[in-house]
């Protein structure tokens, strides 16, 4: 039952706005809430199975492995499930459709504010194996979502990771429904082109339906009329969106669409009376929780002149008092944080941001027992109240409810301490008005009410509603008119619309995009769910040699192709390198954990150091034997392998993307262990488990040391710990690329500093020369245009790493810093709290990337590169005094002096044409014979690919496999069979194959493990015998 609760909403008595008037930003979208995707993108395609995995994995993680509620909700989502599923973001406008092919409604709700604005939402259609939309025609299910002030569907998408209510329409999609998540006004693509309007009847109508029609128009053209969207659709959600599903519905009702059901959760309907009287009982009581007083400020800012159509616009009676009014406005139209809006609201009088007169009338009729004041014309005064009430009056639902023509839900609780049960309408005036009691605070009752709204979307009631026939198998051309109001509209050019129907694909990515190539059908998958954001020291999955095998080879199949040298490359490799199983592991550790005397310990983790005390997470992966049972014997190399830029998916919590797909780099670790090593994937610092209590330090050199060594040490430990067959060598690899390879070089130096071999150091696009080119040709590129767009939040992870986040840097709250002091908080806050990609990438302006950078910074690196001055930092080329301590933060961070005194071989590969690390970055390979250079085809993305391969074929050349290993296990009491130089695991009998465990009863499981432990310890002592 809670997993319905875990993402959902918790929406609010209170409203928030939209403004036409002042549009005091210029029409721009806040930089936050600017999207990554562009209109009418495939954000995400995925088969039934990758979608079971992903409902499986989150479902695990919200309710607990093998809980009974797991269980349930397993039981009633898996089971629906029937096809594929296209994630979409959908946009459109009301001026996308002329008026005169709609009915008469539409001019109702699209002739006024907003109207020639486009506006997003998610959107999620059924797939055959093939990719293409099921045949057929669909009904619609429209998921409203609750209060925000920031995060809606189509920005925050974040695949597997986007969250249970996306997860569920999916599941909806699946079972064939077209399901929707629009992001209302104001928010997504309409961010600061409109005010917001919450709890404004008309402001859902005008921001939904376009995409309602948008969504029909899609699905026909891009299936030739063999699928369409039905005439019917049912609406669901829970407070603002509770209030929005009754005002949504009854604008497709008049639209000619059948309303099959409406569910709808703790809305605030009586806007004209309860939501105004209760929410100031609420809080003169104490009841009303002070967490979300940002409530009063999203409902103020509606009220208060933001849309025009409201009767009391400019007519001096807005909500919000006078002095805090534009503060307020100018907060929400900027999709401000909760924490932002917060800051403005008193906690002992929250109220108080209301005019004067307004809490006056509310306490009077309170005190007066007068339920429904707006009505009373001995306290409606002209001038004084009387259009703020007609405007509350114009948005109240209760007369809609108690005359709907179609059924409807209420879902509230008696004791909801936000949205009062008063507000319910008067259910013995209606037959088709049904009210359902849940029970709890206004978060607590989510739990019931969303659980029957999704119990309702797959019940027969809806899937097996009748609706009518929309499509036709002689293609669209062949209907000279399709049936009722949602047909396909062909507009003249000068029609055209805004938002193009057909999808692309562009998503921002470092690795290849998969190619269409099948499957390997001899690869079975191992038998582990994917599990993300596990326990410290979990194990997330053993997989034998041939399940590891066919897991990384159908990946590489689906990334590159079949016919790809990348897959030939691999599989060659494989053939004579994979010889073990392989086990995952979520691995945590600190610098304050670990005890050692190694020598040079103390530079990177002693009590001073920043983030010494933080705990930092990875994955380790270990060789098992063949057969998966158990941890290979042997003293095998270490492999650290360091991931890309990323904000907020790395390793340890993005290990496994979903039906057995490995995610972000992470087979860069499985086909090492597979080979017989211990490879570790480091999260980084403030990511992982320091995600949140640390801040992240982007090409800043000791936060990867810090971070990285205490991993390593931990891994030492654990093959000490738990076997007596197995080590860790003194001996690694070290590989990476773009940040993974600027962390490569400064955690090889680390490891070598505490007695570590480095065998060799693989980075490619290593942005090395911090304190020289770097900057001045990172700001040319981005000038001239060959910077990719789709990176820009790695100037945002720049540029927060070096404003006063890292303590001990120079410039270190003393500046000058990176960012420009107007963004510098927002990015800070958004980098920090691991927001999502797409936030974090909003807050950097496509039109302009530089303009989030210090103006003073920006000038210094164009007067570099204008004037080729490879030494900017040098004497005498500060903008200004002071300027020598960014200089110098740059300057301790410059990897050049590790490159002139590595000791070991560091090869380097780079993208002639990379327009993120330029080539000048390289080192000159004349100082140190250590150094080997490759310079590939492609920018920064392209060479990802072939830089990347070069480690395995590394680890399969006899440099690497005949590397002298020292055992550290004990070789008496271990039999193990090796080459001269190359560790191999003994075998290992076992009672069962691990792929049978979980079946086990856990009587039968404790046997095994005492009879097990019984042979292991017997065929010690005849050992020690011999």
Not at 183 to 198: I, L, N, R, T, W
Not at 474 to 497: K, Q, R, V
Not at 806 to 830: A, C, D
Request: negative net charge; proline residues 5%.
């Amino acid at each position: 039952v809670n997993l319905l609760l875990v993402a959902l909403i918790v929406p609010s008595v209170s409203s928030v706005s939209n403004r036409e008037a002042e549009r005091p930003f210029g029409g721009k979208s806040p930089a936050h809430e600017r999207h990554l995707q562009d209109c009418n993108s495939i954000l995400a395609n995925w088969t039934m199975d990758e979608l079971s995995g992903y409902l499986d994995s989150v479902i695990d993680d919200a309710l607990g492995v093998d809980s009974t509620e797991a269980n349930i909700a397993k039981l009633t989502l898996l089971t629906a499930l029937k096809h594929g599923v296209s994630i979409r973001r959908l946009c459109a406008s009301c001026s996308d459709f002329s008026l005169q092919s709609q009915p008469d409604a539409y001019s109702d709700f699209c002739t006024g504010y907003g109207a020639d604005t486009s506006f997003s939402g998610l959107l999620m259609v059924p797939l055959l194996e093939d990719g293409s939309i099921v045949n057929g025609t669909h009904p619609g299910g429209i998921w409203l979502h609750g209060t925000s002030t920031q995060s809606v569907p189509s920005v925050e998408f974040r695949g597997a990771d986007s969250g249970i209510d996306l997860m569920v329409n999916a599941a909806f999609a699946s079972t064939g429904t077209i399901a929707m998540m629009p992001d209302y006004m104001g928010y997504g693509e309409s961010s600061g082109q409109v005010f917001k309007a919450y709890l404004v009847k008309r402001q859902y109508q005008t921001s939904i339906i376009p995409l309602w029609l948008m969504a029909g128009r899609m699905i026909q053209e891009e299936t030739d009329c063999m699928s369409a969207l039905a005439d019917s659709a049912a609406i669901l959600g829970y407070s603002e969106g509770g209030y929005a599903a009754v005002a949504l519905a009854e604008g497709l009702y008049n639209m000619g669409v059948d309303i099959l059901k409406v569910e709808a959760g703790a809305g605030p309907y009586r806007m004209g009376s309860a939501a105004l009287l209760d929410g100031q009982r609420l809080v003169d009581e104490g009841i009303f929780p002070l967490e979300v007083r940002e409530y009063f400020a999203l409902v103020g800012a509606a009220y208060s002149s933001t849309y025009p159509e409201l009767a009391n616009f400019e007519q001096g009676q807005d909500m919000l008092a006078s002095d805090v009014r534009d503060g307020i406005v100018e907060l929400i139209t900027n999709s401000a944080s909760k924490d932002e809006i917060q800051a403005l609201i008193p906690t002992d009088d929250p109220t108080s941001v209301f005019s004067a007169q307004l809490v006056a009338f509310s306490q009077n009729a309170l005190a007066d027992g007068d339920s429904d004041p707006c009505n009373n014309a001995d306290r409606v005064i002209e001038g004084v109240n009387d259009k703020i009430c007609e405007a509350l009056q114009d948005n109240d639902l209760t007369e809609l409810l108690e005359t709907t023509p179609y059924p409807v839900r209420l879902c509230h609780s008696p004791d909801d301490d936000v949205v009062s049960y008063a507000n319910l309408p008067d259910f013995d005036t209606n037959v088709l008005l049904e009210r359902l009691d849940s029970t709890g605070n206004h978060v607590e009752a989510a739990t019931t009410c969303l659980l029957q709204s999704v119990l309702f979307m797959l019940s027969d009631d809806f899937l097996g509603a009748s609706v009518i026939e929309k499509t036709t198998d002689m293609g669209c051309a062949a209907t000279s008119a399709s049936p009722a109001a949602f047909a396909i509209e062909s507009l003249a050019p000068s029609e055209a619309s805004s938002s193009p129907t057909t999808f692309d694909t562009a998503v921002p990515s470092l690795s290849p995009a998969p190619t269409t190539s099948p499957m390997p059908t001899s690869s079975p998958r191992p038998t582990s769910s994917p599990t993300k954001r596990m326990q410290c020291g979990e194990t997330l999955a053993s997989w034998n040699k041939d399940d590891t095998r066919g897991l990384v080879s159908e990946m590489y199949a689906d990334t590159y192709g079949l016919d790809s040298p990348e897959y030939a490359l691999f599989e060659l490799f494989a053939d004579q390198s994979f010889q073990y199983g392989v086990e995952i592991r979520k691995i945590c550790s600190s610098c304050s954990e670990i005890s050692t005397d190694s020598s040079g310990y103390s530079e990177y983790c002693d009590q001073g150091v920043y983030g010494s005390e933080a705990s930092q997470s990875g994955l380790l992966m270990l060789p098992l034997s063949s057969d998966g049972t158990a941890i290979a014997n042997g003293t095998f190399p270490g492999f650290v392998y360091n991931h890309e830029p990323t904000v907020d998916r790395v390793p340890s919590n993005d290990w496994m993307g979903g039906g057995g797909t490995m995610a972000n780099g992470i087979m860069f670790g499985v086909i090492p262990a597979a080979a017989g090593n211990v490879a570790i994937l480091p999260d980084y610092l403030g990511y992982g488990e320091g995600n949140k209590d640390i801040s992240k330090a982007f090409l800043v050199k000791k936060s990867y040391q810090t971070s990285v060594v205490p991993l390593w040490l931990k891994a030492v430990a654990i093959l000490e710990q738990e076997t007596t067959c197995s080590a860790l060598a003194d001996a690694a690899m070290i590989s990476g690329f773009s940040e993974g390879g600027y962390s490569s070089i400064v955690v090889a130096d680390a490891l070598s500093n505490l007695g570590v071999d480095i065998i060799r150091v693989e980075a490619g696009a290593v942005p090395s020369r911090l304190g020289s080119i770097f900057i001045p040709d990172l700001v040319e590129s981005i000038e001239s245009g060959n910077f990719p767009s789709n990176l820009r939040f790695m100037l945002a992870l720049l540029g927060s790493s070096y404003s006063a986040t890292y303590n001990g840097m120079p410039n270190f709250e003393e500046g000058p810093y990176f960012l420009e002091s107007s963004v510098r908080n927002n990015i800070v806050n958004l980098v920090t709290d691991a927001a999502s990609l797409m936030s974090v990438q909003g807050a950097v302006p496509e039109t302009d990337p530089l303009s989030i950078f210090n103006p003073e910074v920006v000038d210094w690196a164009r007067r570099a590169y204008l004037l080729n001055d490879t030494n900017p930092c040098g004497a005498g080329n500060f903008t200004t005094e002071g300027f020598e301590l960014f200089c110098s933060a740059l300057a301790e961070n410059d990897l050049t002096d590790l490159f002139e005194s590595a000791s070991y071989p560091v090869a380097l590969c780079h993208g002639r044409d990379d327009g993120v690390v330029s080539t000048a970055n390289l080192p000159d390979a004349t100082t140190n014979a250590n150094i080997l250079i490759s310079i590939v085809d492609g920018d920064h993305a392209a060479s990802y690919v072939a830089c990347t391969s070069r480690f395995i074929t590394f680890l399969s050349s006899p440099t690497f496999t005949n590397y002298p290993i020292v055992p550290k296990h004990d070789t008496a009491l271990c039999q193990v069979t090796v080459k001269e130089n190359s560790p191999v695991s003994a075998p290992v009998s076992t009672p069962a194959p691990v792929s049978s465990i979980s079946s086990w009863t856990s009587a039968s499981l404790k046997t095994a493990t005492v009879s097990i432990a019984s042979v292991v310890c017997g065929l010690s002592i005849m050992v020690f015998l011999v």
